[in-house]
């Protein structure tokens, strides 16, 4: 009972919030510079032709009612047409939303993994001089720029190495290839992006966890299963990281979004076909319908993020859903 009540007011409130997003973000494209006709006609259109564009797109209408017609659209699942690419904004999200899924994915992977890893390793060797070093590096790779980064790692084991590719998703298609060899081509093109988005996340999460294994180091009761004998991989990995783990809902409440936006500088860069290029290529196109699109899923993930956290957070503390 106060479960569902606790869930419904939150999700009332996360409802309210992407409304307040997507609305926000249909008064800024209003207001910002430029017209995104200029991206579809060219200085040999006639005036009527101009004009003609602008109505078959709803561009001639009030903002009111250009932002209501969206609206209407958005209730009945209908996110528009792409002004550039003429087709079906749906469509062109169903497109990107599984690469960008395959490359976030497994980055999320390696970021808990890594994180994780490294975060309870240096706890438990807190003062040593492996540790010091460990946590130089996480703060080294936490503080570069994921553009850099990626850049660089493109610099050293592709054009100096020739280890592996430069960008895309693979050699060729699965028919042209066959299973294997398809594979193995995805499996070298996913492994650039993939550190760079992973790597960049483990190292704060690292930080993260250390000090959360720290202070629960420092508790009583972890004083008392040592002092009944168990060993200190016992006392690390059944009473020290279980409780350390909690606060990490909210880090992992909030990574879902990581797993559909993706990180778009990486993307570009490594000329991933996801929702980061289609992202860019919308906003440097000033397309409307896909810009709108994208600032919805990504808000949506967020709001749901969090409200996964929040439920977790209630079904573990009851204090703070009868609060």
Known sequence: MFMAAFVLRRLTGSILLLWGVVTLTFVLLQVAPGDPIDALVDPSFRPEDV???????????????????????????????SLRQKRPVAKIIA????????????????????????GVWSAARRGSASERGATLLSLLVYSLPSFWLGLMLQLVFVWRLHWL????????????????????????????????LGLSGAAGLA????????????????????????????????????????????LLGLSLPFLLSGAVVVEVIFSW???????????LGRDYPVILATTLLSGSM??????????????????????
């Not at 990107?96 to 890893?117: D, E, I, K, Q, Y």
């Not at 076909?273 to 906003?283: D, E, R, S, T």
């Open 51 to 81: 004009q003609a564009i602008r109505t078959r797109y709803g561009l001639d209408e009030p903002v009111t009612m250009q932002y209501l017609s969206w609206l209407s659209g958005l209730v009945h699942g209908d996110l528009g047409i």
């Open 95 to 118: 497109e990107a939303v599984p690469n960008t899924l395959r490359l976030s994915v497994v980055s999320f992977l390696l970021w808990l993994l890594a994180g994780t890893t490294l």
């Open 165 to 196: 590719p430069s960008g895309g998703m693979a050699a060729g298609t699965l028919s042209e290839l066959g299973l294997w060899p398809w594979l193995l081509s995805s499996c070298r093109h996913l492994l650039l992006p993939a550190a760079v």
């Open 207 to 250: 930080r993260y966890m250390r000090s959360s294994m720290l202070e629960i180091l420092s508790q009583d009761y972890i004083r008392t299963a040592r002092a009944k004998g168990l060993s200190e991989r016992a006392v690390l990995m059944k009473h020290a990281l279980r409780n350390a783990a909690i606060p990490l809902i909210t």
């Open 273 to 283: 076909p996801g929702m980061g290029q289609v992202a860019v290529q919308a906003l």
């Open 302 to 323: 967020v709001i749901v993020g969090n409200l996964l956290a929040d439920i977790a957070y209630g079904l573990i503390d009851p204090r703070i859903r009868l609060g």
